[in-house]
């Protein structure tokens, strides 16, 4: 995949409103919170969506460990918990 710098590159070229980051396995965890947070310290006002089978098994407490994620969907993508008033 990419780098850290090469995604927030490529993100700057065409800021969007929000950005989903599927968490499938617990393996992917740590690299998915990393790069959701560093997106959200480059780009404060871009939504953030996580959603996968390891957000869903757990969706409270992964929003209680990242409280910088907007919003968490199950595995159907709906949106279950919302951390913002703006989607």
């Known amino acids: 995949g990419n780098s850290i710098d090469s995604t927030l590159e ?7 409103d929000f950005i989903g980051i599927p968490i499938i ?7 998915a919170v990393n790069l959701g947070s560093s997106i959200r310290k480059a780009f404060p006002e871009i939504k953030l969506i996580y959603g ?3 957000v869903s098994a757990g ?3 992964f929003l209680a460990a990242n409280p910088y994620v907007d919003h968490v969907s199950d595995h159907h993508y709906y949106i279950i918990r ?6």
């Open 82 to 87: 919302d951390n913002t008033r703006g989607l």
């Open 59 to 61: 969706p409270e407490a």
């Open 52 to 54: 996968g089978h390891h």
């Open 10 to 16: 490529l993100i700057s070229r065409n800021v969007p």
């Open 25 to 31: 396995s617990t393996a992917g965890y740590p690299a």
